[in-house]
């Protein structure tokens, strides 16, 4: 399936890229897009809720513009538009981007004639913090956008729109490295990925393969920036990026470095074993030629596709953290690092990126949301907790948890990654550590908790948040079955082949895209933490609000109460054979969690994989079993998903 590749996130060295003003001036493209309100900006809920005689809050002050007789931004406060070449036929998007906060700070766009234009403008991160407006039918002229309060003018930049369309040259390999990646750059992809899944909290999304959301105007801020109509359906051929769980982060960070002109490679690097975690060999990159001349966007749609996608799997991010020839290198376990676009790897070899931070507030929890892919090309958005990102410590099997894309240098034309060491002394990066993999599983956990819940949390609250994670966790379950469900129909009575031992959970063709065994083992590891979490309050009552003159014991026995009334009222609702539509509490998956271990073949009825009992109304009208000796097989390995672990490679 097309996949996209890994764009080496990077921060370069000064001695290993192009100069600085080269990097500002050209090698970024600013970009924009819909939106709100500034950040001193009170919300609806905080104004209703002060007393009435409290004075009216200040109203935002912009950036005075008009005064600012040379526009500058800088690598820590920048601008960026979008598209490469603005011109009047298309939508003119603005972002600004930040390291840091800028409390009061306004984003402000001054029109050719010189007015302010009173955009909309949205905002989010932290860090980076970033700003975004749009002009629907910008005019030919200069637009000056800048971002402050008043005199104070943190960036400003002059975008001129032409006459019409200009065709971007792409004279160098697949895409030319233009330009470097850093502190700038960086925050930008940050921003454009979070805008991209961007979703209301309580919202479950999901799209059907990534191009689908890539072709979102609204949520991509990169919609059309070559103005080649390259995200337009009607392209033909269109441009397709159905990438699978271990692609996703590398399809993401190549089309971000194809449109912006940006370094970006990928090493062939083996699966490992039971005895040797992966390591990596040959490194390929965009400067490569594109294998025929298929134009600007077949030539990148071809390199995603028999170039990454045939070279990036389940071993490029379980690399060793001290191994310098890898994709990926590990990040410190902080808000600071921890960023979107970052990576997280299990050690057996599913990817999720991060797209969000939620932050504690006195009435809910904190969030932390990734997405993923499966192998059907679905992407779905997932939240932190040990049920979702598996973590261990044990090197000897693979180097798993957080990691970022390894930084590309250019040095004399040429593309070079950054090593360990290099990226530790780095001024721009600074980041690489090991200290996950010292803190042990259990540590891990605790850090990343702390994390989101600097202050402690209720506990009646923090088992919710485990009963609402394993909900969306089997309603994904839910579409991934369909999906599978839907094969079969349309398979006419074939039988999918099934792999044996360990390969059963990496593997290639139908029984990849629509058996289940890897994300079973995960429902069920996020089971088994649910049914665990009461124990917890007896082990770490330091991670929670105790309520008042009641032991951790005591809480622990209302905790339990409380899980079997939850678990008994969430459900989830599955198609059966027949089309009619079957509900399940939590409580009755809970029941059926023998049975689960043994409900991961596509070959057996939708029945039988929601587990089913035999002789029963629910189970009436199952139509399909998985044949004898796939059965058999199953059984023996059984034990893999009794005892919650993987099988080491062979």
């Not at 996949?3 to 990077?10: E, K």
């Not at 894309?405 to 004399?412: M, V, W």
């Not at 074939?494 to 290639?508: L, Q």
Request: hydrophobic letters at 35%.
């Amino acid at each position: 399936m097309a996949v996209l590749v890994v764009a080496a996130s990077c921060g370069v060295r000064e001695d290993a890229a192009p100069p600085r003003e080269a990097s500002r001036r050209t090698a970024v493209e600013r970009s924009g897009s819909p939106a709100a309100l500034p950040a001193s900006a009170p919300t609806d809920q905080q104004q209703t809720g002060r007393p009435e005689a409290a004075p009216a809050p200040a109203p935002p002050v912009p950036p005075d513009l008009a005064s600012v007789s040379a526009c500058t931004d800088s690598l820590e406060v920048a601008v960026f538009r979008s598209p490469r070449f603005p011109h009047p036929g298309q939508p003119l998007r603005f972002i600004v981007v930040s390291e840091r906060p800028q409390a009061d700070s306004v984003l402000e766009v001054l029109g050719p004639d010189g007015a302010p234009m009173g955009l909309s403008v949205k905002q989010g991160g932290g860090p980076p913090y970033w700003w975004v407006a749009e002009v629907a039918r910008p005019r030919s002229g200069a637009y000056k956008v800048g971002l402050g309060r008043g005199a104070d003018v943190r960036a400003c930049e002059v975008i001129r729109v032409g006459t019409g369309p200009v065709r971007p040259t792409m004279d160098a390999g697949v895409w030319p490295s233009a330009w470097k990646w850093e502190r700038d750059t960086e925050n930008f992809y940050s921003a454009w990925v979070e805008h991209l899944f961007d979703a209301g909290v309580d919202q479950t999304v999901g799209w059907r393969p990534l191009h689908e959301v890539l072709r979102d105007r609204s949520k991509n801020l990169l919609f059309g920036h070559l103005s080649l109509g390259e995200d337009e359906p009607t392209q033909r051929p269109p441009l397709v990026i159905a990438p699978d769980c271990a692609d996703t982060p590398f399809a993401l960070r190549a089309y971000f470095a194809w449109k912006m002109q940006l370094p970006f490679g990928f090493r062939a690097c083996t699966r490992g074993g039971a005895a040797s975690p992966p390591h990596c060999g040959e490194w390929s990159s965009n400067q490569e030629e594109p294998a025929e001349d298929l134009g600007i966007v077949g030539d990148f749609g071809d390199f995603l596709r028999r170039r990454v996608s045939w070279t990036v799997h389940s071993g490029s991010g379980r690399t060793l953290p001290d191994d310098d020839d890898t994709d990926l290198y590990p990040l410190a376990l902080t808000r600071e690092n921890l960023r979107p676009g970052a990576v997280f790897a299990d050690p057996y070899g599913h990817f999720l990126v991060l797209a969000k931070w939620v932050d504690q507030t006195p009435t809910r929890s904190g969030i932390l949301f990734a997405i993923d892919g499966q192998p059907d090309g679905s992407i779905g958005r997932k939240r932190f907790w040990r049920g979702n990102f598996l973590f261990h410590a044990d090197l000897r099997i693979a180097g798993a948890g957080w990691k970022a894309f390894r930084p590309i240098g250019l040095r004399s034309g040429v593309l070079r990654p950054l090593t360990n060491g290099e990226i530790a002394s780095s001024p721009q990066y600074g980041n690489y550590s090991d200290e996950q993999y010292r803190l042990g599983i259990d540590g891990f956990y605790e850090r990343m908790e702390r994390l989101l819940n600097p202050s402690p949390v209720d506990p009646a609250r923090a088992l919710t948040d485990v009963v609402d994670a394993l909900r969306e966790q089997l309603e994904a379950r839910v579409r991934s079955v369909r999906n599978g469900e839907d094969y079969m129909t349309s398979a006419s009575g074939r039988v999918v082949s099934m792999p044996e031992g360990p390969e059963i959970f990496e593997t290639t063709g139908a029984w990849e895209d629509y058996a289940t065994p890897s994300r079973d083992m995960r429902v069920l590891i996020a089971i088994q933490v649910l049914l665990d979490f009461p124990e917890r309050i007896v082990r770490q009552p330091d991670f929670f609000a105790m309520p008042a003159g009641k032991t951790p014991a005591q809480v622990r026995g209302e905790i339990v109460a409380l899980r079997d009334r939850l678990t008994g009222e969430q459900s989830v609702r599955y198609d059966r054979t027949d089309g009619s539509q079957f509900t399940l509490t939590l409580a009755e998956i809970l029941s059926r969690r023998r049975d689960m271990e043994m409900a991961y073949n596509p070959n057996d009825c939708v029945e039988h994989r929601w587990a089913a009992p035999e002789g029963s109304a629910e189970r009436s009208t199952c139509g399909r079993h998985a044949p004898s000796d796939q059965v058999a097989r199953m059984e023996s390995y059984r034990s893999w998903f009794a005892t919650r672990t993987r099988p080491p490679r062979p």
